[in-house]
């Protein structure tokens, strides 16, 4: 694992952006799992930026969706499809026909699960994978305790993530408490993996992933010991943490 401290905000957005269009200018049909959340905005924007300037083909790519809310449709305000579309899938010009989807408001969700995990056997797994760090040290909604070969499943949002995602709807009853995520499974054998932290709420967090033992209680630690894992920090989620 490589852990890569930057100055602040702005400077992680550019690095994520930078390292990610290396990879699917290297890569440019992969299969490309991304988190929604506030930490990957910046680089989607970037990510943007370079396409609109001819820098960037992102038509061949094929999207995973990470996690969803359990019972909303894609047309709810709180989708977090509909969050990944507007922030990464039309900014880069992904045609909707190209995102395998983890659809919260169909009949069968363990169906829809299913047929994700083949989905991402069929493409052969992922090439990259965008993720966020929850405050619980969750990946995607892989709430603790959750073992590494946890599939694609449904889930019950931890106190945390209700908590912190109560900040995207504007209160805590506006946050589903059941969701679907991309198992451990299909994150942990990505071929590349990035991680973006920023902040200061996410410290400790983040020392217990690169420091603390490797445990079910911070789904992150897995990571550990992984040499395609890249982390990107700001100095405020770094704190005493250097460079690795
Ligand atoms: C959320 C999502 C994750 C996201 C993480 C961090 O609850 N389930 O996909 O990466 O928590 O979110 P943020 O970037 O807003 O801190």
Redesign the pocket.
Known sequence: MKLIVVKDYQALSREAAHRGAEELRAHPNASVVA??????MGMYAHLAELRDRGELDASGLRLFQ??SYLGLSADDPRS?YGWMKRSLLDPLGIPDERVVRLTGDAPDPDSVCEAYDAAVAAAGGIDLAI?????NG????NEPPVQVDAPTRVVALATE?IE??A??WGGQDRVPRR?L?AGMSVLLKSRAILV?V??TR?QEILRRTIEGPITPDVPASYLQHRSNVTIIADRDAAGSLSAQ
């Open positions: 988190a929604t959340g506030d930490t990957p990470l996690d977090l993720l966020g760090l929850g405050r969750h990946l995607g909604f993530s912190s995602n900040s995207y969701a995520t973006l920023s902040g996410k």
